[in-house]
């Protein structure tokens, strides 16, 4: 996850050193282990090598998986240090671009936010929000700080509220309302010297710190291993006693959707998937000094390949496209109740 943890609780420095280190042996995962590391360059105060981690992924010859994520955070930490006019050029070419991804909007727009940039935040949320939730029944989960950030921005400009200041209390599920939450006079009470004011501007707080760790956290997930039909193949042609973990591949998906399901019916948070291939597998295993037929290896390998950035939320949207790769959408695959 992206970490937000102060840095007299972390030696943010030695973190991210540990990361680049990672990701130079496992180049395939650079761009989600990179991200990270250039999060704590940011948290230890150093933002110009926090850049150049962002340059390196945006010109290495490998393809990005988010392009226009690493641009939006390359431009929030360049503005931070004196860069205005190259962090608004980067802006200003990610909403001519108009990605269909949530992220780089919303770091985007709340940028422009902590400069004071109200109005040109304002029009970034309700740019991306008209592109990504018009005709949209239920707005997915990623959206949602699009939604409560453009709320946020025009409480602060005093405008009155409209259909999608209204969608946004509808999927607020905080006990303080929006409108509570985001009131430019709450600054105000901070303040004050009756302390029941104090108390609640506290409570205040605490639950829009809560929604803004919930939004922006990417947290390291309890991961089950999935292995495509062909990469199974190829296991279990090469690794014959492994057959015992995977009867068939019909019964290793079946077998993922009711893992997952039982662990979040038992509350297990933070939810994941991986997906295997044999060469990553055997590389592991080298690099264990284990032979890649040992089935206590597996868990392990899983674990390894979250802790690298390569899960996958579960369960994803209804309407997205099922985990299991088979094109149809989770709700009418491995979704169905």
Same mark, same amino acid.
């Given at each position: 996850?992206?970490?937000?943890?102060?840095?007299?609780?972390?030696?943010?420095?030695?973190?991210?050193?540990?990361?680049?280190?990672?990701?130079?042996?496992?180049?395939?995962?650079?761009?989600?282990?990179?991200?990270?590391?250039?999060?704590?360059?940011?948290?230890?105060?150093?933002?110009?090598?926090?850049?150049?981690?962002?340059?390196? %992924?945006?010109?290495?010859?490998? +393809? #990005?998986?988010? &392009?226009?994520? @690493?641009?939006? $955070?390359?431009?929030? *930490?360049?503005? =931070?240090?004196?860069?205005?006019?190259?962090?608004?050029?980067?802006?200003?070419?990610?909403?001519?671009?108009?990605?269909?991804?949530?992220?780089?909007?919303?770091?985007?727009?709340?940028?422009?936010?902590?400069?004071?940039?109200?109005?040109?935040?304002?029009?970034?949320?309700?740019?991306?929000?008209?592109?990504?939730?018009?005709?949209?029944?239920?707005?997915?989960?990623?959206?949602?700080?699009?939604?409560?950030?453009?709320?946020?921005?025009?409480?602060?400009?005093?405008?009155?509220?409209?259909?999608?200041?209204?969608?946004?209390?509808?999927?607020?599920? %905080?006990?303080?309302?929006?409108? +509570? #939450?985001?009131? &430019?006079?709450? @600054?105000?009470? $901070?303040?004050?010297? *009756?302390?029941? =004011?104090?108390?609640?501007?506290?409570?205040?707080?605490?639950?829009?710190?809560?929604?803004?760790?919930?939004?922006?956290?990417?947290?390291?997930?309890?991961?089950?291993?999935?292995?495509?039909?062909?990469?199974?193949?190829?296991?279990?042609?090469?690794?014959?006693?492994?057959?015992?973990?995977?009867?068939?591949?019909?019964?290793?998906?079946?077998?993922?959707?009711?893992?997952?399901?039982?662990?979040?019916?038992?509350?297990?948070?933070?939810?994941g998937i991986v997906t295997g291939t044999v060469p990553s597998y055997e590389a592991f295993a080298a690099s264990e000094l284990t032979s890649p037929s040992d089935p206590s290896l597996l868990p392990q390998y899983a674990t390894t390949l979250a802790a690298r950035g390569r899960a996958a939320a579960w369960p994803p949207e209804r309407t997205a496209a099922c985990w299991c790769g088979s094109g149809r959408a989770y709700g009418e695959c491995?979704?169905?109740?």
């Amino acid at each position: 996850m992206r970490p937000d943890t102060p840095a007299e609780n972390v030696d943010h420095t030695a973190e991210a050193d540990r990361l680049e280190r990672t990701a130079d042996l496992y180049p395939e995962d650079a761009e989600a282990l990179l991200l990270r590391a250039a999060a704590h360059r940011e948290l230890s105060g150093d933002r110009p090598t926090a850049t150049a981690l962002y340059d390196r %992924l945006l010109t290495s010859s490998r +393809e #990005l998986d988010e &392009p226009f994520l @690493v641009r939006a $955070l390359k431009a929030s *930490n360049l503005w =931070e240090y004196g860069h205005e006019a190259e962090a608004r050029a980067i802006i200003t070419g990610i909403r001519t671009t108009a990605p269909r991804d949530p992220a780089p909007w919303v770091i985007v727009a709340e940028s422009l936010e902590a400069h004071d940039e109200l109005e040109q935040a304002h029009e970034t949320f309700t740019q991306a929000v008209h592109l990504l939730l018009t005709g949209v029944e239920a707005p997915p989960r990623a959206t949602h700080p699009l939604l409560f950030g453009r709320h946020r921005v025009r409480r602060m400009l005093g405008a009155a509220h409209d259909e999608w200041d209204a969608l946004a209390d509808t999927v607020h599920s %905080l006990p303080i309302t929006l409108d +509570e #939450l985001h009131d &430019p006079k709450r @600054v105000w009470s $901070l303040g004050s010297e *009756n302390p029941a =004011e104090l108390e609640a501007e506290i409570l205040r707080l605490r639950a829009e710190l809560g929604a803004f760790r919930e939004a922006l956290s990417r947290p390291f997930p309890v991961a089950v291993l999935h292995w495509p039909a062909g990469e199974l193949t190829e296991l279990l042609s090469a690794y014959p006693t492994l057959a015992e973990e995977y009867p068939s591949h019909g019964e290793h998906l079946a077998s993922i959707e009711a893992a997952l399901r039982e662990l979040a019916a038992s509350g297990t948070p933070n939810l994941g998937i991986v997906t295997g291939t044999v060469p990553s597998y055997e590389a592991f295993a080298a690099s264990e000094l284990t032979s890649p037929s040992d089935p206590s290896l597996l868990p392990q390998y899983a674990t390894t390949l979250a802790a690298r950035g390569r899960a996958a939320a579960w369960p994803p949207e209804r309407t997205a496209a099922c985990w299991c790769g088979s094109g149809r959408a989770y709700g009418e695959c491995h979704g169905v109740d």
